[in-house]
């Protein structure tokens, strides 16, 4: 394929008309997809109604140490449910507090903690003239959310395919003591999906920050979510290695069965050093007398252990690969050798990461929706939804059908051309007609 | 009976040694019961079992609207669980946002919202000099838990057999601005299991406070939580009363199916005016991408409307009033006419209140104790843990079985009488055996 960019004016406008014609068949065609959020397909949700039986009018729901799971009690989780989301997220149980149907939720909580009491005993963040967090970009549009909306200035970090850039990381929380933390979704990232290399997860728990109430949000939401059995990314775990660094409160991780059972009605939980959990547990027990505990049995009896949870997010991976691998082969096809944009081939999560020419995402996503084609709103992969270059696109393939998923990414290939053409056309003092 | 205020020293004495051995037989037995909690007993949970088979992995999870409950969406509930706690709380299913498992948790929400983001545009709670809240006394211990972790200041207002002090609560409320909010339990109170009188709600919904982000914090807790069928409390419904009086805004409403169906796994609603509940989304949004909606769908699919609601709290009341009963029948028996003590006897709720002679509350629950039978810590039912009159003791039947119950009224009694003595005696100068 020729670069679009080594094209003479005439060729593009030939170009432009043809690929014209075809963006008009695909608004005939009156498309209604969404490649917007993260979701399970209904497929995938199906994978998990086994759950619904595993509870019935006879069992007996009394957990492993004796206790009525209907009833009040239990702060911080059942010791199964503890044990079994220790595995998942690769901790010990001891380290980890079991809460409600959403991690979401839990990160909300520790950053308005911090605001109302601090942590560990600093400054409430509201007593503080300023507070600072890194967002390592292009990255979670809700992370970014919940700071925004707390008031916390939000400090763009480029990701780099290795993770954040960690020689700014480490310059910038050394010197500013108003930086508080660091949102991270470090493996299978969120939107890139890319997981943090050895080198990264080592220089983050060695991290020396101005403040001592700094702390790093490792949201590790796509742990089991691998795509294949034979190339699975591995992120080095990262609360033993702030231990083994002398740094064992820097961290604290999330995770939930969110993407593993069901979005909304699974369990989630925080690990962190038994120092951390102390400090969140007297807030807690100000907030709840425990979580849904019936629900956290549910789990447990549906999975039993580690093992089912690898082989249901097998199940997973089965119907979410050919959905990847058609975004990727279509994206090849179409603009492969034309430079007007790169994507990545993630190993699992449930994004993937489209980079237009600068200046074109907008105008992209605008396209595709014209045409019946929803996309992540261009700049909602970085803070206050500002994208310096408009080039960051989010891809979404879970939720649409093989055959839908393969109509968007052709709408979107053609979008993204048309849209490189127009600006290759504006460059040049052309006019487009 | 004779009163104990009556007798001369030579007859306390020697009732108080034919009671100390009483004590020393309950001491023998070496009890172990507990009575602090306002937990539903093993057979008030298996009421709601057949709420584990409504859903089975044949069952269709869509809601009403055509969503499917088991993905994400839906910020404030699914249309039908908002009808259904809709007429529990006797309000417009748009009035209502649907929660998670817990409506301390709301409660606790609400608070930390207005510290950190104040409540529609007002100053936050945490950039004022000083926030308090009134609190009628006796209380439940962790709404002032609630305020005291917030560092709001807690002031006491008497509750009468009408409710609180309305008087003083429409005084203080006029005069001081930095007072934002009063905690209530308007019906079957924690812990008097009185109701608010018609006068009393009226008042309330036309309270002229001076802050005007001054919010009734109004825990209906136990709005179905009757104990009879032809003795029921009927509580004016706030919204509405609010509404009329040209304050709709006053009051937000809490309520949740704890003791309805499973305590930690049931649904938590709060209701509010349009304009509070769009507060209140801004929030949500941020915090969360929604509360456990197949949990939603069990509730309306096993208990289907109201009336199975009603129907249900029959099926509780006929295994807690023997309870009741028993704690007020043996109270009669055993206190009766000595003038050492009061207590309530509730038509719905979860508590009995008990009031001693002045500064006797702590010696019997501490005695109560030595023989192993464990209460509400005297002092809890009011703000900081602090009775100022150390009379007030909280009694919760639902737990223990009748037999228990029983046992442990008896022994209460007996610890009532033996402070009482003391006390006199003390009083009189006299040493005390």
């Given amino acids: 394929m020729k670069k679009y960019s080594e094209m003479e004016l005439p060729e593009l406008h030939k170009l432009y008309e043809e690929l014209s014609l075809e963006y008009r068949d695909y608004q005939y065609r009156a498309l209604n997809l969404n490649?917007?959020?993260?979701?399970?397909?209904?497929?995938?949700?199906?994978l998990s109604m086994g759950m619904m039986d595993v509870l019935n009018s006879h069992a007996d729901l009394t957990c492993e140490d004796g206790l009525d799971c209907r009833n009040y009690g239990v702060l911080d989780g059942i010791p199964e449910a503890k044990e079994l989301l220790g595995d998942i997220m690769e901790v010990n149980p001891d380290n980890i507090i079991i809460y409600g149907n959403s991690s979401l939720n839990v990160m909300f909580d520790f950053i308005s903690r911090s605001m109302t009491h601090g942590v560990m005993g600093s400054t409430p963040w509201c007593k503080l003239p300023k507070v600072k967090f890194l967002?390592?970009?292009?990255?979670?549009?809700?992370?970014?959310?919940?700071?925004?909306?707390?008031?916390?200035?939000?400090i763009n970090v480029p990701m780099l395919p290795t993770g954040p850039d960690?020689?700014?990381?480490?310059k910038l929380v050394a010197e500013d003591d108003s930086i508080k933390g660091i949102w991270c979704v470090p493996k299978y990232s969120n939107p890139t999906g890319n997981s943090y290399d050895d080198e990264t997860v080592r220089r983050f728990a060695r991290l020396q920050p101005?403040?001592?109430?700094?702390?790093?949000?490792?949201?590790?939401?796509?742990?089991?979510?691998?795509?294949?059995?034979?190339?699975?990314?591995?992120?080095?775990?990262?609360?033993?290695?702030?231990?083994?660094?002398?740094?064992?409160?820097?961290?604290?991780?999330?995770?939930?069965?969110?993407?593993?059972?069901?979005?909304?009605?699974?369990i989630a939980a925080c690990a962190a050093s038994l120092n951390n959990l102390?400090?969140?547990?007297?807030?807690?027990?100000?907030?709840?007398?425990?979580?849904?505990?019936?629900?956290q049995l549910r789990h447990v009896r549906f999975f039993k252990d580690i093992h089912g949870v690898v082989e249901h997010m097998?199940?997973?991976?089965?119907?979410?690969?050919?959905?990847?691998?058609?975004?990727?082969?279509?994206?090849?096809?179409?603009?492969?050798?034309?430079?007007?944009?790169?994507?990545?081939?993630?190993?699992?999560?449930?994004?993937?990461?489209?980079?237009s020419l600068p200046g074109c995402a907008k105008a992209i996503v605008a396209k595709a929706k014209k045409a019946g084609v929803v996309l992540t709103p261009a700049g909602a992969t970085f803070p206050y939804g500002k994208d310096p270059e408009d080039r960051n696109i989010r891809i979404a393939p879970s939720y649409p059908s093989l055959d839908e998923i393969e109509t968007a990414a052709r709408l979107l290939a053609l979008c993204v051309k048309l849209v490189s053409i127009e600006k290759l056309l504006i460059e040049a003092g052309e006019a487009v007609c």
Wanted: with cysteine; proline share 5%; net charge negative.
């Fill in 35 to 46: 490649m917007s959020r993260g979701k399970p397909s209904p497929e995938q949700l199906d």
């Fill in 135 to 154: 967002c390592p970009v292009p990255g979670y549009d809700r992370h970014f959310a919940i700071t925004e909306y707390f008031g916390i200035e939000m």
């Fill in 166 to 170: 960690m020689d700014m990381v480490e």
């Fill in 210 to 266: 101005a403040a001592a109430d700094f702390r790093i949000y490792w949201d590790n939401a796509y742990t089991v979510h691998h795509l294949y059995d034979h190339h699975q990314d591995h992120l080095i775990e990262i609360l033993a290695e702030c231990k083994r660094a002398g740094n064992p409160d820097l961290v604290y991780k999330f995770a939930s069965t969110s993407k593993i059972s069901f979005p909304g009605s699974g």
């Fill in 278 to 295: 102390e400090d969140v547990r007297r807030q807690l027990k100000f907030q709840t007398i425990g979580h849904d505990k019936v629900n």
């Fill in 314 to 355: 097998r199940l997973h991976a089965d119907i979410m690969r050919p959905k990847f691998e058609a975004v990727e082969h279509i994206f090849q096809e179409e603009l492969g050798g034309l430079d007007i944009g790169s994507w990545t081939c993630p190993n699992g999560g449930y994004f993937i990461s489209f980079d």
